[in-house]
């Protein structure tokens, strides 16, 4: 019996991919003329109309748009249900094959000093051992997972859920079929502006967001990667300042406090009013600061313990942000956000929902177009845009974190090692101030495990802010005003009225909600910028495919999602 991995199989299962593709497209053809929506008759509405916004669907030119069917039941809703998932997989089989692009360090250097290698056994300069690696390499490519049991952790880690990247969902593009950008390479002045942006980050964690307009070290991280020649944060007439320092990439994440509403309201759980004091760390608790601590981690070595602090506190600076995105589930934001909106501040659904009155006088939304309709789709969507994420890191882009790039900028500027960098990084002045501060040019960590055990690129919790927070404004009415806007006090222990003029409303607070917990884990130094912004627009364009085909479903007369997506563009789904 052949080995189930085994390339020679490949021959024989395409020839019989062909035979069942022929078989496949014969009934499709003589199907999809009958193919409809449960109920469109009894609505009155045609499959044209229904589906004529979704270019999924409406590019195949054998599809009957003025066929119009009965409510069915049995046998023949079976068959209606088999047609129209039918129809949606191959609208998806039609699409081209997208080609992946990676920044090319995995194969540039034979160190692999550009590639994700935590876990793995490493030399005393924190280089991966090549034949694991190779080994870990191939089983990521042929999907072995025989051969990736055999890779080294000498550590107490294990490497995170690989196998996930062969799973597959059954609604939106397969998680192999979208793609991102290359992250940058590691000799790029956009690579050298990233990590002096984290190691400013790491230097003000415990500076209150309030603070930022009068603090030294704000203005003085503002300064520096002003004078970066490939700085992609936010900026004003082409400077980084303090009101724009370490915020998002959406215009919303430039207006109001740093914080979004949805992190600092309280939360309604049924009979519960839970408020958002978080537990978080005392300051200066900071880890991996330590060569030989630093090496104990690429290793796999994680001993040291946490410390918490002992008052609860509202996020009101970026320790506290990154204490949050430390230990949260990774939909939690978006579900609690999805409750202060419809049962906190009981906000209108979007002008489009069917159920709002005069269109439907007699009912109101509930499983559909209702406030559970919001909480499951942040839910479902959450483990699907996390599946793209997880192909992208391992199987594509293999970018090492911020924490394995640390040890790299030690060795190169103690003279142990001589590594490919920027001149914008060895210039700046954040090296020098955080020996000063650590006695070691690493990254602090915030976590004392470090690094997670996955590439960084994309960033996971990003993917999913990206997301959740897109069927969150699909639901939701985007321009509705957030009254009584609030803002931590800076030792955090209670909440202050927000006065700085800005009108917030909800697409605003949504889309500062996914910035805040995506650079959030910046500010902890597990990921980049790059993780963080492609990441939001993976997920993004993750949910946008999977609302086009459960609007299919809907009995319900609509005409699609309303929404603004994070350039600001708006969009019927």
Not at 179 to 195: D, L, M, N, R
């Amino acid at each position: 019996m052949k080995d189930k991995n085994d390339s020679s199989n490949t021959h024989d299962l395409d020839t019989d991919k062909n035979k069942i593709e022929s078989e496949e497209r014969r009934h499709f053809l003589n199907d999809v003329c009958s193919m409809s929506v449960s109920g469109i008759a009894a609505g009155g509405l045609s499959v044209g109309t229904l589906l004529a916004s979704s270019p999924a669907l409406a590019d195949h030119p054998d599809f009957d748009f003025d066929e119009l069917l009965p409510a069915l039941s049995g046998e023949a809703r079976q068959n209606q249900v088999y047609k129209l998932r039918k129809q949606v997989a191959m609208a998806y089989r039609k699409r081209d094959v997208v080609t992946h692009v990676n920044n090319g360090d995995d194969k540039l250097y034979d160190t692999r000093i550009g590639s994700y290698t935590k876990g793995m056994p490493h030399n005393a300069l924190g280089e991966v051992d090549q034949e694991v690696y190779d080994t870990y390499l191939k089983a990521v490519r042929t999907g072995n997972r025989d051969l990736l049991d055999t890779v080294a952790t000498p550590g107490n880690i294990t490497l995170r859920n690989i196998e996930n990247i062969w799973s597959i969902d059954y609604l939106g593009e397969d998680s192999h079929n979208k793609t991102v950008k290359p992250a940058p390479a590691i000799a790029s002045a956009e690579h050298a502006g990233e990590y002096v942006e984290l190691s400013w980050q790491a230097l003000t964690r415990d500076v209150p967001f309030s603070q930022y307009d009068s603090h030294p070290d704000i203005q003085a991280a503002a300064d520096n990667l002003s004078t970066m020649s490939d700085f992609r944060g936010p900026k004003e007439l082409g400077q980084v300042t303090p009101a724009t320092l370490f915020r998002g990439f959406t215009d919303a994440d430039l207006k109001g406090p740093y914080v979004s509403q949805f992190l600092a309201m309280d939360i309604p759980y049924g009979a519960l009013l839970v408020p958002q004091r978080i537990v978080t760390a005392p300051p200066g608790q900071d880890y991996v600061t330590d060569y030989a601590d630093w090496l104990n981690q690429q290793n796999g070595l994680v001993a040291k313990i946490k410390t918490n602090d002992p008052t609860h506190r509202y996020i009101r600076n970026g320790r506290d942000m990154g204490e949050y995105v430390g230990r949260d589930f990774l939909y939690q934001p978006y579900l609690n956000a999805a409750l202060i909106l419809t049962r906190l501040l009981r906000l209108p659904f979007d002008s489009n929902n069917p159920y709002n009155k005069p269109n439907n006088p007699s009912q109101h939304g509930h499983n559909t177009f209702g406030g559970h309709h919001v909480y499951h789709l942040v839910v479902r969507i959450a483990n699907i845009a996390q599946k793209h994420a997880w192909y992208q890191k391992w199987a594509v882009h293999r970018r090492l974190r911020p924490e394995e790039y640390g040890g790299r900028v030690h060795n190169h500027i103690t003279g142990a090692a001589d590594y490919p960098m920027h001149s914008d990084l060895l210039n700046s002045p954040v090296l020098e101030r955080a020996y000063n501060e650590w006695g070691s040019y690493l990254l602090p960590q915030q976590y004392p495990e470090g690094v997670p055990p996955h590439p960084a690129y994309p960033a996971g919790h990003a993917t999913i802010a990206g997301a959740c927070a897109t069927v969150l404004k699909a639901m939701m009415n985007e321009d509705t005003v957030i009254e009584n806007p609030v803002v931590a006090s800076d030792d955090g222990t209670t909440l202050l009225p927000y006065t700085g003029g800005d009108t917030l409303t909800v697409g605003s607070e949504i889309n500062k909600l996914a910035s805040n917990i995506s650079i959030g884990r910046d500010t902890a130094g597990v990921h980049w910028r790059s993780d963080s912004v492609e990441g939001m627009k993976l997920g993004e364009a993750v949910a946008i495919d999977v609302l086009k085909d459960l609007r299919l479903g809907y009995y319900e007369e609509f005409d699609g999602f309303h929404l603004s997506k994070f350039d600001g563009t708006k969009v019927i789904v």
